[in-house]
């Protein structure tokens, strides 16, 4: 199965930009569902964006709709996500996910296959 690799995470200050990367180890733009998951200590993981193969929809977060940017590099086999005017409730760490394509990319608990994560913080 296909395995996913985190970087791109940092600190900033709020109203800053970061841009993640997950690094693919095949293909995923037919095969693959994949998204944007974070989490907090004593919280639960939460889906940030979910985006369907072969140029399908992406669906985002309420809390990120606006400021987040999904896409995929095809060529580098690589997701990212562009984020944009950070607030301090955005501090998480965060993972790329992908799971084999289905009738539904949307269920944050239908994904199994799961990259390191990679640490974001935003200072006020």
């Known amino acids: 199965q296909v395995q996913l690799v985190e970087s791109g995470g940092g600190s900033v200050q709020a109203g800053g930009s970061l841009r993640l990367s997950c690094a693919t180890s095949e293909y995923t733009g037919t095969n693959y569902c994949v998204a944007w998951f974070r989490q907090t200590p004593g919280k639960e993981r939460e889906g940030v964006v979910f985006?369907?193969?072969?140029?399908?929809?992406?669906v985002y977060a309420d809390s990120v709709k606006g400021r987040f940017t999904f896409s995929r590099d095809t060529a580098k086999n690589t997701l990212y996500l562009q984020m944009n005017n950070l607030k301090p409730d955005d501090t998480a760490i965060y993972y790329c996910?992908?799971?084999?394509?289905?009738?539904?990319?949307?269920?944050?608990?239908?994904?199994?296959?799961w990259g390191q994560g990679t640490q974001v913080t935003v200072s006020s």
């Open positions: 985006n369907k193969p072969g140029g399908g929809s992406t």
């Open positions: 996910a992908a799971r084999r394509y289905g009738p539904d990319c949307w269920t944050p608990q239908t994904y199994n296959i």
